[in-house]
Nanobody
Framework: QLQYVASGGGLVQPGGSLRLSCTAS????????IGWFRQAPGKEREGVSC????????YYRDSVKGRFTISRDNAKNTVYLQMNSLTPNDTAVYYC????????????????????????WGPGTPVTVSS
């Protein structure tokens, strides 16, 4: 069964950095737009950043602009989320998920979708920002 696997989370102090990685078991990510979503305790899952299949288009939610950078290395079948200047408000479980490029409107539209828009989710990786 297809599963998107997020890794790289952990405990970090405010102002610190983490780099998350996303791979897909049993699937080549070529041709797939990939998104990073997060869910904090008691809150809905929200889109953080999404990147097109070619990597030439990316979207960021306002609260992470200038701090987070999404990138992909198709040769390594991996998508990254570099997170800098982390704050306690970034504390959440972070998930990555994909959708074939022909099935999306835009990366911004993809990042605005809910859980049911995607066929499968992996377990996510927890990020805790605390002193």
């Amino acid at each position: 069964q297809l599963q998107y696997v997020a890794s790289g989370g952990g405990l970090v102090q405010p102002g610190g950095s983490l780099r998350l990685s996303c791979t897909a078991s049993g699937r080549n990510l070529d041709g797939y737009a990939i998104g990073w979503f997060r869910q904090a305790p008691g809150k809905e899952r929200e889109g953080v950043s999404c990147i097109s299949s070619s990597g030439d288009s990316a979207y960021y939610r306002d609260s992470v602009k200038g701090r987070f950078t999404i990138s992909r290395d198709n040769a390594k079948n991996t998508v990254y989320l570099q997170m800098n200047s982390l704050t306690p408000n970034d504390t959440a479980v972070y998930y990555c998920v994909g959708r074939h490029t022909v099935l999306i409107n835009s990366v911004q539209h993809m990042c605005a979708q809910g859980i049911g828009y995607f066929r499968s989710w992996g377990p996510g990786t927890p990020v805790t920002v605390s002193s």
